[in-house]
């Protein structure tokens, strides 16, 4: 700030040249003779010196005498007398200060705000009778801290005038008050806190006219007071107890109880006035409300609380309380101060499944050996607030002491909303047995601002369960005791009881649930299967096995019937296996049906009868037919009159088999063939038929060289027929015997031809 400084007098202020110069002269001399000590009795002469003219402060001139007559006054007058003036001091001082244009003769003096322009104003008047000579100014004060300072000789610049511009008093040495003058100084600077006492002390001698020192006058003092008044005030606010002032805060659950306390405190020197608390969050202090008194005033230290209630709200929540109020010379102070808290629960859920199936219990879900087995844990966000820092880890542990590691992890990460879910993944390969895994789950709840909250969720232990090993299902079907696993299988007759009987067995280390068997009638002629027998297992231990049975009718022909069983997949939900066996019988009635016939062999068709002459070569075809309902065995077909047997193993239904014999016509003959076979039983089933040869006698032979007889030949010709008929009939005989063992070795060795 610019110094302003100005001299205000009654009359006009002058210097007494020649006394000044008699002053400063003897006062040098003197300080010489302290100085300088006459040594062995020597006398010392202070040398008189001649002092400088000195401009008079006021605008009048001053009185004084020539400058050579002043110096040899001054310098008679201190070495020859003393001076008259120490006789008579004759001048007196009276010293004024005023603060702000105020003169305060006590404490605290002005009231002015810190920071503000202090002016101090120094008046300095003789009212004595005689002149006045100001040897010297001293400011000492004491500021609002206890500090001490005093502007002397090179007048520093006072407490609370720190800043640069700030001013200081005039030096007044040197100049001399007529009686009624009066010295006017100001000076400027910058308020401090506290109370600040500054007192003036003047020094200075009364002179006559011509500036002799008539003797010192004695101090004058001056005190000046001002308090720098600084204003202050102070809130701390408080939720549930707690100063909370930084996300997230306290945390809360919703509708949680919310009490607020607000202490306001004036931390100032000054009163403060029009005390005023508003909470952003709708609470509203009024000012009758917030003063301690009753009234909108709090004394310096003074402090005084507001209360208010309310309930957590879910979510981040802060608000801010503002208090004002106003100091000294109308400077507005404030401050302000926050609570934050965070609302809402911290929880979540958490579910584990093994490949998709909740299994909470034993023994699981069923899974093959060697199989990946994925654990999946999903957890769900069931709280108010973020959930962050998941950790999923558990052990399958089997039955037998067994355990693996396990370490879940998510294709996502960051904080997890409310009402949001995530799912953790965790595979494994399956080793054989009963498994339990458990897997523990923590979290832990952050705001908006991923910063962790107070409140957090409690952890959580989840277990899922599965089974693994070997999956095996094998069922084995009998037909009267008989497994008849191939056709024609058991043979049977029509109508007869038959028995099925089926054994099922789980030859796996799963268990099996939910079997199912069926019979059902897969004889190709049947487009659609007949059930013979169904029935429900509900559940088949490993390596245990039930016998079932049914029983039926058997029916004509060839027939087939196919068991089947199937059970749910243990290793596969929602999916089966299965197993199947055959079982074949025959049923029906054994039958034979025979034809035969004969023929020339030169030429010629079969016929029940032939009509030939004696010696013609013969064939006899004997037809044989299944014509019953079961297969025929061992088909043997004999004709006894030709000698000759036919084998054949078996017949089909319906198949037939041709025998043929050969032979030379002899006579008339009606022959039989006869036909055996076995069913499946072992039951003889027969049939014949026959066929007739008729055969004319041979032509006689004329010889006209033997006389007739009376029959009517000769005696020679009989002879000789009788010898022809004799030697035929031996060959004939001989030829038979010997085609009779032939055809015996051949039906022995399976021919169906012998000749006959």
């Not at 306390?261 to 005023?276: F, H, M, P, Q």
């Not at 299988?489 to 789980?506: I, K, M, Q, R, S």
């Not at 062999?601 to 075809?621: I, K, R, S, Y």
């Amino acid at each position: 700030m610019s110094a302003s400084l100005s001299f205000h007098h009654r009359r006009t202020p002058r210097i007494a040249a020649a006394g000044l110069a008699l002053l400063l002269t003897a006062t040098a001399a003197s300080a010489m003779a302290e100085t300088t000590q006459p040594e062995d009795g020597e006398s010392s002469e202070v040398e008189s010196t001649e002092p400088a003219e000195t401009e008079p402060a006021a605008t009048e001139p001053a009185k004084t005498e020539s400058p050579e007559a002043a110096t040899s006054d001054a310098s008679a007058d201190a070495t020859t007398q003393p001076p008259a003036a120490r006789e008579d001091p004759g001048a007196q001082l009276n010293v004024t200060v005023k603060t702000n244009g105020v003169e305060y003769l006590a404490a605290p003096g002005a009231q002015v705000a810190v920071g503000t322009e202090v002016e101090w104003t120094y008046e300095v008047s003789n009212v004595g009778e005689g002149d006045a000579l100001l040897l010297a100014f001293t400011d000492t004060w004491t500021a609002g801290d206890g500090s001490t300072g005093s502007s002397g000789g090179d007048l520093a610049a006072e407490p609370g005038s720190e800043e640069p511009g700030a001013t200081v008093p005039e030096d007044p040495r040197g100049l001399v008050l007529e009686p009624g003058d009066t010295w006017i100084s100001t000076a400027y600077g910058t308020a401090i806190a506290g109370q600040f006492t500054n007192t003036v002390t003047i020094d200075a001698i009364s002179v006559d006219d011509a500036g002799n020192d008539l003797g010192e006058i004695g101090d004058a003092e001056g005190t000046s007071w001002y308090f720098g008044g600084q204003a202050g005030v102070s809130l701390v606010k408080k939720l549930n107890g707690q100063a909370i002032s930084a996300p997230p805060g306290l945390g809360l659950a919703p509708g949680d109880a919310l009490n607020w306390t607000y202490e306001i405190t004036n931390t100032g020197n000054v009163a403060l006035e029009n005390v005023a608390m508003v909470d952003r969050g709708g609470i509203d202090g009024a000012k009758a409300d917030v003063a301690s008194s009753g009234g909108a005033r709090l004394a310096p230290g003074e402090s005084t609380t507001v209360t208010s209630t309310g309930a957590a709200q879910v979510g981040q929540y802060a608000n801010t309380a503002t208090v004002t109020a106003t100091g000294l010379d109308g400077v507005v102070v404030t401050a302000a101060d926050d609570a934050w808290y965070v609302g809402g629960r911290a929880a979540f859920t958490a579910v584990a499944e093994t490949n998709g199936v909740r299994s909470d219990q034993a023994p699981g879900v069923t899974v093959a050996t060697g199989s990946a087995v994925v654990t999946t844990v999903e957890v769900t966000n069931t709280g108010d607030t973020y959930l962050d820092g998941f950790t999923v880890a558990g052990r399958s542990t089997s039955t037998d002491g067994a355990e693996f590691l396990l370490t879940a992890t998510s294709s996502t990460s960051g904080p997890l909303a409310p009402g949001a879910s995530r799912t953790f993944v965790a595979p494994v390969e399956a080793a054989t047995g009963q498994f339990t895994t458990t897997m523990d789950v923590a979290a832990v709840a952050v705001n908006a601002h991923h910063e962790r909250l107070p409140q957090q969720p409690a952890p959580a232990s989840v277990s899922s369960w599965f089974l693994a090993g070997a999956t095996g299902l094998t069922v084995t079907k009998q037909v009267n005791s008989d497994d008849a696993s191939s056709a024609p299988g058991l043979a049977v007759t029509d109508g007869e009881e038959v028995t099925w009987t089926y054994t099922v067995t789980n030859t796996g280390t799963l268990a099996l649930t939910d079997l199912v068997v069926v019979d059902a009638d897969t004889s190709p002629s049947d487009a659609t299967p007949d059930p013979i027998h169904s029935e429900t297992i509900p559940t088949l231990a490993p390596g245990a096995s039930l016998t079932l049975t049914a029983t039926g009718s058997a029916r004509a022909g060839q027939y087939r019937n196919t068991v089947t069983v199937t059970a749910a997949d243990p290793e596969r939900p929602g999916q089966s296996i299965s197993a199947a066996d055959d079982a074949y019988y025959y049923g029906g009635v054994g039958a034979l049906e025979v034809t035969k016939q004969v023929r020339e062999a030169a030429d010629g068709e079969f016929a029940d009868l032939l009509e030939t002459d004696q010696g013609t070569e013969l064939e006899w075809q004997i037809v044989v037919t299944n014509s019953g309902s079961t297969v025929l065995s061992g088909v043997v077909a004999n004709d006894g009159d030709i000698e000759a047997t036919a084998r054949n193993e078996d017949l089909e239904p319906g198949e037939s088999a041709t025998f043929v014999f050969t032979g030379v016509a002899q006579e008339d003959l009606v022959n039989t063939v006869t036909v055996e076979a076995a069913d499946p039983h072992g039951t003889e089933v027969t049939a014949s038929a026959t066929a007739e040869l008729i055969v004319a006698a041979a032509p006689q032979v004329e010889d006209d060289s033997l006389p007739e007889d009376s029959q009517g030949g000769s005696a020679t010709g009989w002879i000789v027929g009788g010898i022809v008929v004799v030697l035929a009939g031996a060959g004939l005989t001989y030829y038979l015997v010997k085609r009779r063992s032939a055809q015996t070795e051949g039906a022995e060795d399976g021919d169906e031809s012998v000749e006959g």
